[in-house]
């Protein structure tokens, strides 16, 4: 089993950045692939991010590509998701997720293991 914990979530002004982290425990994430999704009140949750076991392949919602940046440290067991020129449309409740394979996918379903969310709210 693998157990995903985030951090970094908090009250930010448009136009700031955050960092979010995903601590992985109970075994070694480093031939996982990990997504960033996000659920905003009365919303769907939707895919934002997400980076192949090794970080050679990395995927953004168009939504935020150019401004969130995933990365991951295999050797810590940590995936992280910098988040810059936020905007309000971005609060949401943010998850990551894990999945056994290598490749990345966007679909929630493709998911094996969530995160309980870190929530992020951006005022205009």
């Known amino acids: 089993q693998v157990q995903l914990v985030e951090s970094g979530g908090g009250l930010v002004q448009a136009g700031g950045s955050l960092r979010l982290s995903c601590a992985a425990s109970?075994?070694?994430?480093?031939?996982?692939?990990v997504g960033w999704f996000r659920q905003a009140p009365g919303k769907e949750r939707e895919f934002a991010a997400a980076?192949?076991?090794?970080?050679?392949?990395?995927s953004y919602a168009g939504s935020v590509k150019g401004r969130f940046t995933i990365s991951r440290d295999n050797a810590k067991n940590t995936v992280s998701l910098q988040m810059n020129s936020l905007k309000p449309e971005d609060t949401a409740v943010y998850y990551c997720?894990?999945?056994?394979?290598?490749?990345?996918?966007?679909?929630?379903?493709?998911?094996?293991?969530w995160g309980q969310g870190t929530q992020v709210t951006v005022s205009s």
């Open positions: 109970g075994r070694t994430i480093s031939s996982y692939a």
């Open positions: 997720a894990a999945r056994g394979t290598y490749a990345v996918a966007t679909g929630g379903y493709a998911y094996d293991y």
């Open positions: 980076i192949s076991w090794d970080g050679s392949t990395t």
